[in-house]
């Protein structure tokens, strides 16, 4: 991609996704996604039906009469983005590709967790991962996040969760808020989630083609696995394929949701030829 031509995507994306944060996500993002902890704030007289647990001893002594601590809520945090970068997000049969619809879901997550002081780090992964990119701050640091997301070519183009999953777990230190985005066509990852959600507060973004969810009839078709690189001629008239091929979508969609299900993980589903605001917004509304 042209340096001018990628400018200018960054900067369709950034208006977008800035807007959408503005005006539909900055209140539900900040409910919805707790800080850290309480932090102590100050010391203040004991007033009636203060909890006597709150009571600073030393202060109290030293004044010869009662004086509470105060605490509020720790709301700078840090964000992941878990990122599925496979083949298989290349594909697209409607107006852009699941790639292109998970840059701008990450960009509207990405600009909403910025409003609100937040720090964001972003993990891409195949089967391995491919880069890791430490939570910071500000404008800059998600526009440059935008531009690897529309142009790094990853080394590998298979299907791994769990390599971000086990990155997320042992490089992210502190409890944070982590989104893991993929189209989820793959299997074996609920421990590496079930641990992640043991450390972290994450929330599953699964993202699909509707030509995915079942297999037209179009008669004999050659097929391209881009992940394995294989090509095959398939008969979609055949009934007994397409049944085939529609117990492996519902096998794998039933999957994913007992997974998030088992492991206590919230779950998003995205279509990319429907809007991710309402589905995003009902998440964060629920939370």
């Known amino acids: 991609m042209k340096s001018t031509e990628l400018l200018k995507k960054i900067k369709k994306i950034e208006i977008k996704a800035r807007g959408m944060s503005k005006q539909l996500f900055s209140g539900q993002y900040q409910s919805a996604f707790k800080g850290k902890g309480m932090t102590f704030a100050e010391v203040r007289d004991y007033q ?3 909890e006597t647990r709150t009571i600073d001893w030393n202060v109290t002594a030293r004044f010869n009469a009662p004086f509470v601590k105060t605490f509020e809520e720790e709301r700078e945090q840090t964000v992941m983005l878990v990122i599925d970068i496979s083949a298989s997000e290349s594909f697209g049969t409607v107006n852009q590709s699941k790639r292109e619809y998970i840059v701008e879901v990450c960009a509207v997550l990405a600009f909403s967790a910025i409003a609100n002081n937040d720090k964001v780090g972003v993990i891409f992964c195949t089967d391995k991962v491919e880069k890791f990119i430490p939570p910071r701050k500000g404008k800059n640091h998600i526009l440059r996040i935008i531009r690897d997301l529309l142009e790094f070519e990853p080394e590998h183009q298979q299907t791994n969760l769990n390599a971000g999953l086990i990155q997320l777990t042992n490089a ?4 944070c ?3 893991l985005v993929s189209d989820f066509l793959t299997e074996n990852y609920f421990d590496s989630l079930k641990m992640a ?3 972290h507060d ?7 083609d509707p030509m995915e969810t079942q297999l037209p009839k179009l008669g004999l078709i050659r097929m391209f696995d881009a992940e394995n690189k294989e090509k095959k001629w398939v008969n979609t008239n055949s009934t007994a394929t397409r049944n ?3 117990k492996w979508w519902n096998d794998l969609t039933d999957s994913f949701e007992l997974n998030c299900k088992k492991s206590g993980v919230d779950k998003v589903m995205l279509s990319t030829n429907e809007s991710y605001t309402i589905p995003l917004m009902k998440m964060f509304k629920k939370r």
Not at 172 to 175: G, I, M, N, T
Not at 202 to 208: H, S, V
């Open 48 to 50: 009636y039906g203060d």
């Open 172 to 175: 992210v230190k502190r409890r």
């Open 177 to 179: 808020t982590a989104f």
């Open 197 to 199: 959600k043991s450390k």
């Open 202 to 208: 994450l929330i599953a973004i699964k993202c699909f």
């Open 244 to 246: 085939h091929y529609q």
